[in-house]
């Protein structure tokens, strides 16, 4: 069996805006990831709203996804492959972090799996996933202060700063702007046709990448 850990924050997790409830395993990315792969695989879900690649949260804390990550390379090795899709919330005005910031703490974060002691385990492939476009209706929600202009703008930007910087390291890379669209509830979180269509190209990526 080839295990997969996922890792990212509200949008793997499932929320629903504007309830703040939680889409089922099987309408939520990771479960239908699942579905579609079958038995042979094992998707290991692990996904915490308002997580960041990088940035400590004095408002929220427990949100540094590098931190938290070493934690959990630990807990579901061995692994064959780790999924990674984080960059929204590190781009929250509060943060002050470009798309440059956030692609180079997403290479620091490939660099600390690439080095993790997995003591007689090989380390895993690596595939990063830029988050779905913040769109203006972010503004609809009473966390759009959160984001901003800015965020808007700047997450847009994000596939082109990743494929600058982060093919170097010898990782695969998944746009999901290119595949899905947030709703228009809140212009940040997947509504179940999103959720549906990222999960069809994660699942085509996986397979390319460990068979």
Not at 3 to 18: E, V
Not at 62 to 91: F, I, W, Y
Not at 166 to 185: D, I, K, N, Y
Request: proline share 6%; net charge negative; charged share 25%.
């Amino acid at each position: 069996m080839k295990n997969i850990l996922m890792f990212g924050d509200s949008n793997l997790w499932g929320y629903i805006a504007p309830t703040e409830e939680r889409y089922p395993f099987d309408v939520r990315c990771p479960g239908r990831v699942q579905a579609l792969l079958g038995g042979e695989y094992r998707v290991i879900e692990d996904a915490l709203n308002g997580r960041t690649y990088a940035c400590d949260d004095c408002m929220f804390g427990n949100k540094n996804g590098t931190e938290q990550l070493m934690v959990a390379l630990e807990c579901h090795r061995p692994l064959d492959l780790v999924c990674v899709m984080l960059g929204s919330n590190d781009l929250k005005t509060r943060f002050g972090m470009t798309p440059a910031d956030v692609a180079y703490a997403a290479a620091n974060m490939v660099i600390r799996i690439k080095s993790f002691n997995y003591v007689t385990h090989r380390a895993p492939e690596i595939l990063i996933v830029t988050p779905p476009e913040i769109t203006e209706d972010v503004f609809r929600a009473p966390f759009g202060e959160m984001f901003g202009e800015r965020a808007i703008e700047y997450s847009r930007r994000l596939p082109a700063a990743f494929d600058a910087f982060l093919p170097q390291f010898g990782v695969h890379l998944l746009h999901a702007s290119a595949v899905c669209r947030p709703g228009t509830e809140d212009g940040l979180h997947l509504e179940p046709e999103g959720h549906a269509a990222l999960a069809e190209a994660l699942a085509r990526e996986i397979r390319k990448i460990i068979g």
